[in-house]
T-cell receptor, first 115, second 115 residues
């Protein structure tokens, strides 16, 4: 079974600084996708960034980037120039390439951006 | 208008009552999912449906049932609600032919409290 682990239940960062959220996963699959979702107080699940396992290049979306280490099964999220609006719960998620039914989520990291 | 909607957004009920949570989507996706979110556990899959005639159990289906009334509608029922079903429930959709990384699109969630 695939498992996703987020070892940091809570984190905080000063506005304008950089923070990294950790995620590790366990799978025997070779083809899969990884995601980071943001859940603000509104409860909406918002896709932040995604990565295909066969792509070695790390994904980047504006201030958000990932460090994907396939051999180590690690998928961390870096948020640069943190903004107050980044305050949210962040979930790491994994899905196998041919099994669209089974997205696995980590327990989440609650990030607080302080002014 | 939102692509994936859920009703109700919040619901308080009593132990033993039958509850139905509804999900509608305008994305035209064939695949729909129901998840529950609990603190410290992330999101877990309850049921999923790949089309109107295909419904499958997920990781935690006990105590729940579903109905896929149409491509656009997927309902989750709690036949006899119990307090440990208090959680945040999400509906999601996906389109495996889109090539978008198996991305799932989430509704706004339903907060259910069972007293």
């Amino acid at each position: 079974a695939q498992t996703v682990t987020q070892s940091q239940p809570e984190m905080s960062v000063q506005e304008a600084e950089t923070v990294t959220l950790s995620c590790t996963y366990d799978t025997s699959e070779n083809n899969y996708y990884l995601f980071w979702y943001k859940q603000p107080p509104s409860r909406q699940m918002i896709l932040v960034i995604r990565q295909e396992a066969y792509k070695q290049q790390n994904a980047t979306e504006n201030r958000f980037s990932v460090n994907f280490q396939k051999a180590a099964k690690s998928f961390s999220l870096k948020i640069s120039d943190s903004q107050l609006g980044d305050t949210a719960m962040y979930f790491c998620a994994f899905i196998r390439a041919r099994h669209n039914n089974d997205m696995r989520f980590g327990a989440g990291t609650r990030l607080t951006v302080k002014p | 208008d939102a692509d994936v909607t859920q009703t109700p957004r919040n619901r308080i009920t009593k132990t033993g009552k039958r509850i139905m949570l509804e999900c509608s989507q305008t994305k035209g996706h064939d695949r729909m999912y129901w998840y529950r979110q609990d603190p410290g556990l992330g999101l877990r899959l309850i049921y999923y449906s790949f089309d109107v005639k295909d419904i499958n159990k997920g990781e935690i289906s006990d105590g729940y049932s579903v109905s896929r009334q149409a491509q656009a509608k997927f309902s989750l029922s709690l036949e006899s609600a119990i307090p440990n079903q208090t959680a945040l429930y999400f509906c999601a959709t996906s389109d495996p032919t889109s090539g978008d990384y198996n991305e799932q699109f989430f509704g706004p969630g339903t907060r259910l409290t069972v007293l």
